[in-house]
């Protein structure tokens, strides 16, 4: 099982671009989530689903947009790119959250620089 | 606002000894808490986690530690490896998902 991966790695945009991002698991978790890294500030949720065909605002959902056309895919799409976008975007899944707590597992990463 | 709290940036030890990672939190509403560790260039990995209705628990080396009344949480690590140099992140359960601390990096010193 390759378990939670993210497409791509790094990427360079230049201010006003678009591009999107693609994270696949395998692991037939109901719940995926997009959190983005910044340099002293941990993570923070950008939008999550539920299921495939639904999705909701986290955190910080300003400027990105979300698709799960299917259960084992979920999309962050940037339309106007900002500097203040540069920033390590990680995406995790889980199995429905009940009772209790599901763990997160972690994709590896994508570097985004927005010039 | 920040809601989960890790006042110290970095912490170094010595091999052998123990690593005591501390976090803050403000919202009583928080069912679990977790510390998930990092590695550079790689994603989060879950480490140990408690219930808000436990005040301790323990995996191998690592120890969760949670005073609900000073809203504190800390993690043990005894004895410290080498190994378990990098990035550790305190996150609180929510309906959403995670709310994460800004970490506190471990360097473990031969």
């Known amino acids: 099982n390759a378990g939670v991966t993210q497409t791509p790695k790094f990427r360079v945009l230049k201010t006003g671009q678009s591009m999107t991002l693609l994270c696949a698991q395998d692991?037939?978790?109901?719940?995926m989530y997009w959190y983005r890294q910044d340099p002293g500030m941990g993570l923070r949720l950008i939008h999550y689903?539920?299921?495939?065909?639904?999705?909701a605002k986290g955190e910080v959902p300003d400027g990105y947009n979300v698709s799960r056309l299917k259960k084992q895919n979920f999309l962050l799409g940037l339309e106007s790119a900002a500097p203040s976008q540069t920033s390590v975007y990680f995406c995790?899944?889980?199995?429905?959250?009940?009772?209790?707590?599901?763990?997160?597992?972690f994709g590896p990463g994508t570097r985004l620089t927005v010039l | 606002d920040q809601q989960v709290k890790q006042n110290s940036p970095s912490l170094s030890v010595q091999e052998g000894r123990i690593s005591i990672l501390n976090c803050d939190y403000t919202?009583?509403?928080?069912?679990?808490f977790l510390w998930y560790k990092k590695y550079p260039a790689e994603g989060p990995t879950f480490l140990i986690s408690i219930s808000s209705i436990k005040d301790k628990n323990e995996d191998g080396r690592f120890t969760v530690f949670l005073n609900k009344s000073a809203k504190h949480l800390s993690l043990h690590i005894v004895p410290s490896q080498p190994g378990d140099s990098a990035v550790y992140f305190c996150a609180a359960s929510e309906v959403r998902g995670l709310r994460f601390g800004a970490g506190t990096r471990l360097t473990v010193k031969p």
């Open positions: 689903s539920v299921g495939e065909g639904t999705t």
């Open positions: 919202n009583s509403m928080f069912d679990y």
């Open positions: 692991m037939n978790h109901e719940y």
């Open positions: 995790a899944s889980s199995h429905l959250q009940g009772q209790g707590w599901n763990e997160q597992f």
